[in-house]
């Protein structure tokens, strides 16, 4: 078989069923290959679109997303994405085409050090350059994406080799060599003691979830632990993703509900799993290594006491120490839950809707739509949240609670402007692939986002599940004016403006997609909600172009 002919079979072993790709001529080969197997080729509009849809893909399913690009300018439009998947530890394959072996190095056309841009934003990435190395290296490749703390990986691969034959023993007697991983000594049953010392000694717990959680699949044992102890959960951004029994305090950090944020300042032991302390969560990192006794537990060595120095640092996956957090909580169960009712108590005076400002003096704001979305689906279930970045990401953040896990998509790391509408277009697939329990995608952004992607319109029609995009249409860069100081009229509308902004539904009408307007008028009574629910009630793709006027 050729190079090409033996990537197509690698996917198929590798139980991969999509992949996200735009066609040039370094990987033509490849592509005609792809569209005589079994497996589904999503033509994306830009090759930024395939590496978000990807790593929506993955997000969605826990499972590696795959995207392609040929060589140069192709690749170079995959970095976005890439870096987005890296940050927030996203599985990705990402396979690019490159010149003949013979020219590497020669500045031919449409030839980029793909991989030399990559190293710092992928978990390890090749230049495969014979038939020879080829095997190995996707091997390899998938090994890595898919083990410790996920990621993307990028294969870089010359013409000449998806074109040329592979010798049968190249295949048959390949040698993948598994990633040595550094020996941790530090597991969760040697520190089981500390463990119970810390809670048992606690007044004021916290337990603060980040999307490590989500990447194990242990949100079920985060509500188990709560239940056994009363013990308050918060998330991160990362976080959200997790089931809605484990979001009552909702997401901590500066754009946090203030439940959760009084609970992260005044306890007095933080159980933190399977995040890492990024400055969107914590403001001071000193100040909260000195005032509180930290647990830590993840994955990634190098993250603990990074950021925040830990009183207890677990390198292990969430579940796992989950499933101890839970044991050694049950054996204070009685004597602990009336301390820690209490505790709950002390929180609930400080709790307040977990949605931002509502709306003043007749003007429709996101807070007005994230509130209708989450009557809407607090009765339907089976939703699956993606968001671009900005405004209406925390608005959602804030508003929205999955009922699935992985319900909840987003750029955390990163914070991706345009993110949204691709990753709804990857986020669908996977769950017709993986069967998810998701009946449609709900996916929100601003006016600034949309107009960075809205190529990817294309693609959304396509999409297995039905995609409302909800677009928040403010003629403003929101959170750019606000976190520039530019908070007065004249500010905003000589460096933050849109005011040139298109018609949104002529665009999404020209793709064939149907709209819907809410507005100021829509905000009295039920309008809004009956409005909404028209929408979102049918089986179709929508674009709802919401007049807000948060500003």
């Given at each position: 078989m050729t190079g090409s002919e033996y990537i197509i079979h690698f996917l198929k072993s590798s139980g991969v069923k999509t992949v996200f790709a735009y066609p040039g001529a370094n990987v033509l080969a490849l592509y005609d290959d792809i569209a005589k197997s079994d497996i589904r080729a999503v033509l994306t509009r830009h090759e930024q679109g395939a590496a978000h849809a990807a790593a929506g893909y993955a997000k969605a399913s826990g499972q590696m997303g795959v995207c392609i690009a040929t060589s140069g300018p192709g690749a170079t439009n995959l970095v976005t994405g890439i870096a987005d998947a890296?940050?927030?530890?996203?599985?990705?394959?990402?396979?690019?085409?490159?010149?003949?072996?013979?020219v590497v190095g020669r500045d031919a056309f449409q030839e980029a050090d793909i991989m030399g841009m990559t190293i710092p934003i992928t978990k390890h990435n090749y230049l495969v350059k014979t038939t020879k190395e080829l095997t190995a290296a996707l091997g390899e490749a998938y090994i890595i994406a898919n083990t410790g703390r996920k990621g993307p990986v990028l294969v870089d691969i010359t013409h000449n080799v998806l074109i040329s034959e592979l010798d049968t023993e190249e295949y048959e007697n390949s040698q993948v060599r598994i990633p040595r991983v550094r020996e941790n000594n530090d597991t969760v049953s040697a520190r089981y003691r500390e463990l119970e010392i810390a809670l048992e000694h606690s007044y004021r717990p916290l337990i603060l979830v980040g999307g490590g959680v989500i990447s194990s699949g242990a949100s079920g044992l985060v509500g188990k632990l709560a239940r056994i102890s009363e013990i308050p959960i918060a998330t991160t951004l990362m976080g959200r993703g997790v089931s809605a029994e484990c979001q009552n305090l909702g997401m901590a950090g500066i754009f946090g509900t203030a439940a959760a944020?009084?609970?992260?300042?005044?306890?007095?032991?933080?159980?933190?799993v399977g995040m890492r302390f990024s400055d969107r969560t914590i403001v001071d990192f000193g100040?909260?290594?000195?005032?509180?006794?930290?647990?830590?537990?993840?994955?990634?060595?190098?993250?603990?006491?990074?950021?925040?120095?830990?009183?207890?640092?677990?390198?292990?996956?969430?579940?796992?120490?989950?499933?101890?957090?839970?044991?050694?909580?049950s054996k204070f169960a009685a004597s602990k839950r009336s301390v820690y009712r209490r505790w709950r108590e002390q929180i609930d005076i400080a709790r307040e809707s977990a949605h931002i400002r509502p709306s003043v003096y007749g003007a429709l704001t996101s807070t007005d739509v994230i509130n209708a979305i989450r009557r809407y689906s607090d009765k339907s279930g089976g939703i699956i949240y993606v968001t671009d970045v900005g405004d209406s990401q925390m608005a959602a953040a804030r508003g929205l609670v999955p009922m699935l896990e992985r319900g909840f998509i987003t750029s955390g790391g990163l914070g991706v402007m345009g993110f949204a509408l691709p990753a709804s277009v990857g986020s669908a697939y996977a769950a017709e692939d993986f069967n998810l329990g998701a009946s449609k995608i709900i996916a929100?952004?601003?006016?600034?986002?949309?107009?960075?992607?809205?190529?990817?319109?294309?693609?959304?029609?396509?999409s297995p599940?039905?995609?409302?995009?909800?677009?928040?249409?403010?003629?403003?860069?929101?959170?750019?004016?606000?976190?520039?100081g530019g908070n007065s009229v004249t500010a905003i509308s000589e460096q933050y403006s849109l005011d040139d902004n298109p018609?949104?539904?002529?665009?999404?009408?020209?793709y064939g997609i149907k709209t819907?307007?809410?507005?100021?008028?829509?905000?009295?009574?039920?309008?809004?909600?009956?409005k909404?629910?028209?929408?979102?009630?049918?089986n179709e793709h929508a674009v709802i172009v919401c007049q807000t006027r948060d500003l």
């Open positions: 890296y940050l927030d530890s996203a599985p990705m394959l990402v396979i690019t085409g490159q010149v003949d072996s013979g944020n009084e609970a992260l300042n005044q306890c007095d032991l933080l159980i933190a100040l909260c290594s000195r005032s509180r006794t930290i647990i830590h537990c993840d994955i990634d060595s190098a993250e603990i006491s990074k950021n925040v120095t830990a009183d207890i640092g677990i390198v292990s996956d969430a579940a796992e120490f989950l499933e101890a957090m839970c044991e050694i909580a929100v952004c601003g006016d600034g986002g949309f107009q960075m992607t809205m190529q990817e319109l294309a693609g959304m029609k396509k599940l039905p995609i409302k995009l909800f677009i928040f249409d403010n003629f403003a860069l929101g959170m750019v004016a606000r976190i520039s018609d949104f539904r002529m665009i999404a009408s020209a819907y307007t809410v507005c100021d008028s829509d905000i009295s009574g039920s309008t809004i909600d009956e909404i629910s028209d929408a979102l009630d049918s």
